[in-house]
């Protein structure tokens, strides 16, 4: 496919963990730093995490420590690996290249708080 993919949401716990995963066409996406993104109603989509085609990451101040941005480049794969969720996590999240490419978005992964 073309879209980028998400999937891997889910309902969770605070403190609880999650992986998500992004299906991103090589032939896009393979030498783009890529990121998660995140949506709440009400606010803008903030990044939270960015990885480049090289491996190097980087992280919201808000996901720091807890979170872990990752990808598979045969696979053409991206991964965030959400630990110690907290309240404020729960929202849409998205991959996309950095900057946005926003044509190829999917339609999002949904984290939801069960509390």
């Known amino acids: 496919q073309v879209q980028l993919g998400e999937s891997g949401g889910g309902l969770v716990q605070a403190g609880g963990s999650l992986r998500l995963s992004c299906a991103a066409p090589?032939?896009?996406?393979?030498?783009?730093?890529m990121g998660w993104y995140r949506e709440v109603l009400g606010k803008q989509r903030e990044l939270v995490a960015g990885?480049?085609?090289?491996?190097?990451?980087k992280y919201a101040d808000s996901v720091k420590g807890r979170f872990t941005i990752s990808r598979d480049n045969a696979k053409n794969m991206v991964y965030l690996q959400m630990n110690s969720l907290k309240p404020g996590d729960p929202a849409f999240y998205y991959c996309?290249?950095?900057?946005?490419?926003?044509?190829?978005w999917g339609q999002g992964t949904q984290v939801t708080d069960s509390s």
């Open positions: 090589g032939s896009i996406f393979r030498l783009k730093p």
């Open positions: 990885i480049t085609s090289g491996g190097s990451t």
């Open positions: 996309d290249a950095i900057p946005g490419v926003y044509v190829y």
